[in-house]
């Protein structure tokens, strides 16, 4: 079943912060996010395996409730690159499953 | 980092023609890879599940008669859309989860090809 995703869009000025949500109605296994620029494949942030997993890279982090069966993609202090589409994968059951993705969430980052 | 290389990244057709787009895993094994479809302005669609020397298993909704998928190889997989249709314009991506090392255990990030854009006019 296709994880939702929200806000489905948002608009930042630079130096903001984002909050991006993806909740499941089923358990999930994993929790990938991916970024997508227009017209180009989707190019993968990060995964998290493991029920209060967080991750970060840079001003991009992550993070996974298992039991609600959500995650969160946390982007501070944008920039104008972090401007793109993004989408949250999950993968269910014990893992070695196809991910389904989520509707995904148009960030634009303005000058 | 492991690399998916797609071919060919756009292509044009008359309605009626068959289209095949390569997906090759260019330093893992793939045993699995994925085929999605996206729309524009839509979310990535899987499509099927292509796995090395067996046939692939398609999703609801998606005719394997019409979207053809061989995977013969660990590194090599293929999607013909067959008799294509304007309606089958799309932006077609593979991906591929490999097996570290040659071993057992799957990796756990999916690697995506450059993505292939069909317009069938």
């Known amino acids: 079943q296709q994880p939702v995703q929200s806000p489905q869009a948002v608009i930042l000025r630079e130096g903001e912060d984002a909050v991006i949500n993806c909740s499941s109605s089923k358990a999930l296994y994993s929790v990938h996010w991916y970024r997508q620029k227009h017209g180009e494949a989707p190019v993968f942030l990060m995964i998290?395996?493991?029920?209060?997993e967080q991750k970060g890279h840079d001003k991009i982090s992550a993070s996974f409730n298992e039991k609600k069966q959500q995650s969160s993609l946390y982007l501070t202090a944008s920039q104008l690159s972090y401007s793109g589409t993004y989408f949250c994968?999950?993968?269910?059951?014990?893992?070695?499953?196809?991910?389904?993705f989520g509707k995904g969430t148009r960030l634009s980052v303005i000058a | 980092g492991a690399v998916v290389s797609q071919h060919p990244s756009w292509v044009i057709c008359k309605s009626g023609t068959s289209v095949k787009i390569e997906c090759r895993s260019l330093?893992?094994?793939?045993?699995?890879m994925f085929w999605y479809r996206q729309f524009p302005k839509q979310s990535l669609m899987l499509m099927a599940t292509?796995?090395?020397?067996?046939?692939?298993?398609?999703e609801q909704g998606v005719e394997k008669d019409k979207f053809l998928i061989n995977h013969a190889s660990l590194t090599l997989s293929t999607l013909t859309v067959t008799s294509a249709h304007p309606e089958d314009s799309s932006f077609y991506i593979c991906s591929a989860r490999g097996r570290s090392g040659g071993g057992p255990v799957l990796t756990g990030e999916l690697f995506f090809g450059e993505g292939s854009r069909l317009t069938v006019l």
């Open positions: 292509s796995n090395e020397g067996s046939k692939a298993t398609y």
């Open positions: 998290l395996l493991k029920g209060g």
């Open positions: 994968g999950t993968e269910g059951g014990n893992g070695n499953t196809p991910l389904v």
């Open positions: 330093d893992f094994q793939a045993t699995t």
